[in-house]
């Protein structure tokens, strides 16, 4: 196929164009991207497989004994229902439910990256449908950034956006001639970004940065969260630990007289108490390279020299999502925070601090200066809502208080979960909890192209089509470039898009109107372009029509300014620049926080130990992280994702003296074992993790060797059979997936066959039921 043969389109791991012939599916990058993404390979053999829900489908138990609450979910068979009686099932559920409950009782957060696509975007889809119909009990913020996202707005204000790193790669690469890369800079995370990417240039900047004689000192369990350089050093560190270690480089600086006295005295508010509690003035513990030592497992005199040579170069603090995602998440950021503000260096060209490089590829990346085109989502008149991982505490406790943000509410009493464009038995943590918190709803509805675990849990699966199914368009926050998606094939079976499914269930209860506005796909695809069009000609950019647009295939934008410098015209002019914190200034300590009197987030930044670790039982760290051969469980029975696994189970990598103390050799399959479950893994030996710590990626499928026993071993390797369901604080209460203690043996016996990417029973899927072999 020649490199502009097929139709453009575009998925969150990046643009490409495709093409159907004799119902093979061949996806070339597209021609504008000289470093995609690998993740492509799993979409041919993904699109066509037995996985795929074909038809609209109904649990037995459900459509037999109608609505209620009960164990079967995930452990009946389906039966398969026609559109008009899937559309009526569905109204007559919503209508009952509204009618006795209210639509409160309606949990529409819908958490999930979806699919690429402005109007097609299943949560907006989801989301303008409910409201349509009066509205939905939502959820607040993301399972990536939870804990970042409510703590820094208090730090720093609300209208800097330091969660998506400000300072731009370009700037570190000219300027920067340190780098404390707290869970390094890995490159495989930079594969994929919200909405798309067209040309992949975040590894390339890291890339001269590594190349260009930086130093980056790569502070993680992991040697390869960085790329090979020449003055690239891997410093291992005890997982969840890192802010032991903030502080005490604090601490050196601040003894050493090598802070930056004006710039704290100037720029910040709250130095004096925070230098108290560094000092150990306040609780009588200072926390000195010798005390972190004992914490982190970094040796002192290695933190002495770490501290004199921050101050000595230009230097960059930065902290990957990952270290948020765990208890006391809102620490790392904040601790990184005032280790920088110690060093003086903020918005200086090239210092200070930075968040999420390495964790997405549109972090460190301009922005665009406008808006992007948007499908309008209309207004949901219900409050009540959840921090987004709270989701088995609602479900299991109705009605009970919880704590977030200052604030004390409660949890609404969901009687239907509705999920389109999410996976929960992927990101949730402590699956057998989440298991029994489904059970607890009268009715869960997913929508969904794949039988994921979430689809089989479910009481009604309405089959959704994929990008290559639909015409969309294609856009993100940081991509200068617009795709305009075109169709490529037909959907399947009975398949529809989320869009035509919601219309025809608006239309029965009587919002179509509402919802539809009388537009066709086309329709609105041409409206949002438009609208989008004739905003966008306010900031200057002069564009084609849609029509021009959709038959170029793309568009290219004026981009935002290369060379941000995160916080610099406060840092130069802080009475006319001022933030929007209390005093205007970055908060070292917090009032704001301190009156919330929260033990597990106080007024500034802490170490606080974790509540749970490592036991005598479980004396393993496991750091679970995001998957480099795919997007979470998207596309997991690709090729490029199966290639990955050992024995048909994700790997496991671990160092060779923990696996040699448990008589555990390369590729053999593993049982991981914690307080919450247990899973099968496949063992990948090396010695670039840090002994006692094990790693095992997000999203592999969720298979449970017994489906009655909601307590079943995962045969496959999801790392959330094992992981502890707690919020971080009580200040942000985000999710907290990121460790958990573990204990790893040989698995005894036969190794049992995988079912994670085959259908339910009931369920017709494709004349060929297995897995094709790589
Ligand atoms: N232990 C642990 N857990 C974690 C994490 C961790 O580090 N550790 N990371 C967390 C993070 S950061 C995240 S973002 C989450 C990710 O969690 P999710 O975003 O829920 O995971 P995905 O696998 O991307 O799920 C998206 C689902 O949408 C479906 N889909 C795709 N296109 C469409 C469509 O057009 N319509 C419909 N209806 N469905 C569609 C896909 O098939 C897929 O099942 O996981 C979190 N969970
Ligand atoms: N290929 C691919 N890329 C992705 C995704 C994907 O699914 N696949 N998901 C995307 C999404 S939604 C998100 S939110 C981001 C997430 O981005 P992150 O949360 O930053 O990603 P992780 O891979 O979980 O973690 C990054 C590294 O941090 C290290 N680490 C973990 N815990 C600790 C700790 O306590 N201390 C220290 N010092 N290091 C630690 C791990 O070794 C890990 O490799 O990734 C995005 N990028
Ligand atoms: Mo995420």
Redesign the pocket.
């Known amino acids: 196929m020649n490199a502009n043969a097929g139709r453009p389109s575009s998925s969150h791991w990046g643009a490409f164009r495709a093409q159907l012939d004799d119902d093979a599916l061949t996806v070339t990058p597209h021609e504008l991207d000289a470093h995609p993404s690998p993740?492509l390979g799993n979409m041919s053999e993904a699109h066509d497989h037995p996985a795929r829900v074909l038809h609209p489908m109904v649990r037995r138990g459900w459509l037999e004994g109608g609505p209620g609450a009960g164990s079967a979910r995930g452990n009946d068979e389906f039966v398969r229902v026609d559109w008009p009686d899937l559309t009526a099932i569905l109204a007559t559920e919503l209508e009952r439910v509204i009618t006795t409950y209210g639509n409160a009782a309606i949990f529409g957060g819908s958490y999930g990256?979806g699919s690429a696509g402005r109007f097609h975007h299943p949560q907006s889809q989801v989301h303008r449908f409910l409201n349509t119909i009066g509205g939905y009990t939502g959820s607040v913020n993301t399972y990536?950034t939870g804990a970042s996202s409510v703590i820094l707005p208090h730090v720093l204000g609300p209208d800097v956006d330091a969660v998506h790193g400000l300072t731009s790669w370009s700037v570190l690469a000219e300027h920067t001639t340190m780098i404390l890369a707290?869970?390094?800079l890995?490159a495989?995370?930079m594969?994929?970004a919200p909405g798309g990417i067209t040309r992949h240039r975040s590894e390339a900047s890291l890339r001269r940065i590594v190349d260009n004689g930086t130093t980056i000192v790569v502070?993680?369990?992991?040697r390869t969260?960085c790329p090979d350089g020449p003055d690239v050093r891997w410093c291992p560190?005890n997982?969840?630990t890192?802010v032991a270690m903030m502080l005490a480089l604090a601490w050196v600086l601040i003894t050493g007289q090598l802070h930056d006295a004006e710039f704290l005295n100037t720029r910040c508010t709250g130095y004096e108490q925070l230098e108290a509690y560094i000092l150990g003035h306040t609780d009588g513990v200072p926390k000195n390279p010798h005390w972190a030592e004992e914490i982190t497992g970094v040796a002192s005199s290695d933190i002495y020299a770490l501290a004199t040579q921050m101050a000595a170069n230009r230097t960059f603090v930065s902290v990957?999502?990952?270290?948020q995602?765990?208890e006391h998440g809102e620490q790392p950021p904040w601790a990184a925070i005032a280790l920088a503000a110690v060093l003086g260096q903020i918005g200086t060209p090239g210092g200070g601090f930075g968040h999420g490089y390495?964790?997405?590829g549109d972090v460190g990346v301009p922005r665009l200066p406008g808006p992007l085109p948007t499908l309008p989502q209309g207004d949901n008149p219900v409050d009540a809502f959840i921090p987004v991982a709270r989701i088995s505490d609602m479900l299991l406790h109705p009605g009970a208080p919880f704590e977030y943000n200052g604030g004390t509410y409660h949890y609404p009493h969901a009687r239907l979960v509705y999920w389109c464009g999410g996976n929960p038995f992927h990101h949730h943590q402590h699956i057998s909890r989440l298991r029994r918190a489904m059970a607890t709803p009268d009715t869960v509805v997913v929508h969904e192209p794949y039988w994921t675990a979430t689809a089989k849990h479910a009481d009604i699966v309405v089959p959704s089509a994929t990008f290559l199914e639909r015409s969309d368009i294609g856009a993100s926050r940081s991509d200068p470039c617009l795709i305009a998606m075109h169709q490529v094939c037909d959907p399947p079976g009975d398949v529809r898009t989320d869009y035509e499914t919601f219309a025809e269930l608006a239309d029965a209860l009587g919002a179509g109107c509402f919802f539809t506005e009388g537009n066709s796909e086309r329709k609105w695809l041409h409206q949002m372009y438009e609208v989008w069009r004739s905003q966008s000609s306010i900031h200057g950019a002069d564009l084609p029509s849609f029509e021009d647009f959709w038959s170029a295939g793309h568009v290219e934008l004026p981009g935002g300014p290369d060379d941000h410098i995160m916080l610099y015209d406060f840092v130069r002019d802080p009475e006319n620049a001022p933030l929007r914190t209390p005093s205007g200034r970055i908060e070292l300590t917090s009032a704001t926080i301190a009156s919330f009197s929260y033990d597990d987030c106080p007024g500034h930044p802490s170490w606080l130990p974790p509540t749970s670790g490592t036991t005598a039982a479980y004396p393993l760290v496991l750091?679970?992280?995001?998957?480099?051969h795919?997007?979470?469980s998207q596309l997991d029975m690709g090729i490029t994702s199966r290639r990955s696994k050992i024995d048909g189970r994700e790997p496991l990598l671990m160092h060779p003296n923990d696996a040699t103390a448990r008589g555990i050799t390369p590729g053999c399959v593993v049982l991981i074992t914690s307080e919450q479950g247990s899973c099968l893994a496949g063992a990948v030996l090396t010695t670039d993790i840090k002994p006692g710590c094990v790693?095992l990626s997000t999203?592999a499928w969720y298979d449970p060797l017994n489906p009655q026993d909601v307590d079943s071993p995962c045969s496959h390797g999801n790392v959330n059979t094992l992981t502890r369901d707690r919020g971080t604080s009580r200040l942000a209460q985000g999710c907290t997936g990121?460790?958990v203690g573990v204990e790893v043996r040989l698995h005894q016996g036969r190794v049992p066959a995988m079912r994670a990417h085959r259908p339910p029973s009931g369920a017709r899927g494709h004349a060929h039921l297995e897995t094709p072999p790589l």
């Open positions: 993740l990256w990536s707290f869970g390094g890995p495989k995370n594969q994929v502070v993680s369990p992991m969260d560190i997982p969840g890192d990957t999502w990952s270290l995602r765990a390495g964790s997405m750091v679970t992280s995001q998957p480099a795919r997007l979470h790693r999203g990121q460790l």
